[in-house]
Structures are given as structure tokens and as C-alpha cells.
């Protein structure tokens, strides 16, 4: 088993990363507590099972999968549900999932009763290297992505990595953009091993490793005000694309591909980028230009005033945020 403490303004919380860990998963959980578990439609039903025998007291609370369903109706829907069932302050919420069902469920844990304690067990490569931990939390408006969130931490992360094995090819290379992404940002070693060897030979490794990166950030400034903002390399113009096409021509991680390529300046690193990319099915170009982006830009929660921060790479391996030279 590998692991990693991540610490926070709640806590520290522990992040167990194995191989099968969802077939033991009643060694990680209180058998005392009643869990909401929140699941969306399209999760292999073995999973779904697994966590339901772990935790003997349970309410499962299903939705349709896709990013659509970071919504205000969702979360309604779902706060409905858990109000019809009496769910008090002491329950548990268990994201069963991937980033969506994360992001969706920590929102709900985050403002329900004031607050319940919640655990992450993404079953994505993009939800097991990212998403699951760093307590960003959200839900989208028709036309701004995480424009309704906060910063709620999980009490625990379980990473069980066989789950990728039922992941379908395309969801996993859209994982391998951020996996790309840390590498970029601030691992050369990683950005070279990711673009050499195949990570499916040892997900625990990659993994662990994203998650290493992800945590340095994370807990040098939890609030996302200054050096956390590296982790947004690709971001702004990937949200802006994915909302531009109301989220159905591209995943999650294929529009941060292309946002990265765009974004970074220097010639020789981004045919270094093009190339990993490549090597991973990734899209590296859209024909959308800057302007018709732009009214998405500017509704990016990242934006302040007039100013728009992007993140460069000058070096693989070291970032910085740096003002746009774009006009908005
Ligand atoms: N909170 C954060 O810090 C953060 C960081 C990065 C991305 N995100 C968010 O994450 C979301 C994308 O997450 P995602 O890429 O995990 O997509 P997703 O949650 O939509 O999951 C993709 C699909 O895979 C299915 N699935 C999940 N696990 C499976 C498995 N093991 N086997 C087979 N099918 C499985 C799901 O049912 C779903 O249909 C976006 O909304 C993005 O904004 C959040």
C-alpha cells in the first residue's frame, strides 16, 4: 500500500492508494456510521457493491453520469433525497466515482447540515491523481464551470487502482493530462518517465507520484491565491473550450491538452508537449479561436478584474504565473 497525509484547514487527511483496496474496504471504514453514498448511473455495479457491504447502514443515492449533472437541479435533487430520509449531521457522505461525482457530492457534504464529513473513493485516473484530493469542490451554471463551490477537504481518499482496469482507453488518456500536466509544472524526471513508459504497468507509482506533486501545492496555499494557481496550466482555456461546447465534443482532461499546448509559450517545449500528448490519443488543437473564447475567459472564476494570470512553463519542470498577454 502506498499512502501520503495531506494537511488542511480541517485536518489532515490520509490518502491510501492500493491495488484491490475496495475488497477490503470495511478495514477503512467505521461500521458504526450511516452513509450517503452518491454514485452516478454508469459505475460498474461491483463497486457500487463493494461499498455498500462496507458500509452495513446506508442510504445510495444514484444520478445520470456526465458533467451536466454538476448542476443546481442535481444538487437539489440529491439535498432532497437526503432530507426525505431524515439524514442528520452525523451521517457520512462517500463519493463513489469520478471527478464529477467528487466534485458534486463534496459540494453537497460541504453545505448540508453546515457540513458532513466525507470520503472520496474515485475509481478515474483523472479523480484518483487529481480531483479527490485538494478539497476543491463544485458545481457548474449553464454557462461557468465551478462557478458555485468551496474549499471543503475529505476526511479520507481510498484509491483502489484496479478500478481502472473497467475504465474505458479514452478516459484514461484524458487521466494522463493532468499526469502530464504535473510533470510539466514541476517533475522533469516524471514528464520524461510518463513519456517513455507505460504508467498502466504500475498505476500505484504514477499515481502516488501525481499525488506527491498535487500535495505540495495544495498545502502551500489551500485557498488557491497564489502558488496553487500552477495547478491551473491548460486550465483557463480548457474550461473555457469545455463550456464553449456545452461539454460534449471533449472530456475534462482532453480540453486541458489543448489549453496547455496553447498556452505555453516557449516553441521547443511545446513540441516536447505535443509529442507526450500524442503518444496519448490527446487532442493538441481546436479550431475555436481566442475571441470566441473569450466571453468564456472572462467568466473563468480565476479571472479578477481586467486581469487575466496564466500559467507558462519556461522550463519542463518549473512553472510560472505570469499576466496574460491577452486583452479581454
Ligand atoms: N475538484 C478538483 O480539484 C478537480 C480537478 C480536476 C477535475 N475536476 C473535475 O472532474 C470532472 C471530470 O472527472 P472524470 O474525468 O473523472 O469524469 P467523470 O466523473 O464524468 O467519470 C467519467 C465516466 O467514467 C465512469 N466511471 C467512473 N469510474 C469508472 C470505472 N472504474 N470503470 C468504468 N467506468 C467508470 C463514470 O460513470 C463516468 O461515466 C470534471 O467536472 C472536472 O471539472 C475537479
Known sequence: MRQLSVKSHQGTYD??????????LKHHINPELFYVIIADDMIPIDYVNDVKNACPDHLLIRFPA????????????IIDIMVKHNIRKDAVVVALGGGVTGDLSGFIASVYSRGLDFI???????????SSVGGKVAI?????????????????VLIDSQTLNTLDK??????????IKYGMIAD?????????????????????????????????????????????????????LETYYEYKKYLHGEA???GMVQIVSNPQIKKELIECLKKYNLPTSDPVSFDELKVYINRDKKGRKDL?????????????????????
Open 15 to 24: 490518502v491510501l492508494i492500493e491495488s484491490g483496496l475496495l475488497k477490503r
Open 170 to 179: 479514452r478516459q484514461i488518456n484524458a487521466g494522463m493530462a493532468e499526469m
Open 308 to 328: 487575466l494570470k496564466i500559467v507558462d512553463v519556461t522550463e519542463i519542470g518549473f512553472s510560472v504565473i505570469v499576466k496574460s498577454q491577452f486583452k479581454l
Open 120 to 130: 472520496q473513493i474515485p475509481t478515474t485516473l483523472l479523480s484518483q491523481i487529481d
Open 188 to 240: 522533469k524526471a516524471f514528464f520524461e518517465k510518463i513519456k517513455n513508459e507505460d504508467p498502466s504497468q504500475d498505476w500505484d507509482y504514477y499515481i502516488h507520484k501525481s499525488l506527491e506533486i498535487k500535495k505540495r501545492y495544495v498545502e502551500a496555499d489551500e485557498f488557491d491565491n497564489s502558488i496553487r494557481q500552477s495547478l491551473n496550466f491548460g486550465h483557463t482555456i480548457g474550461h473555457a
Open 256 to 258: 486541458i491538452a489543448i
Open 140 to 156: 457548474n451554471t449553464t454557462d461557468a464551470k465551478n462557478i458555485i463551490g468551496s474549499i471543503y477537504p475529505p476526511k479520507k
Open 66 to 77: 456526465g458533467e451536466m449533472s454538476k448542476s443546481l437541479f442535481e444538487f437539489s435533487r
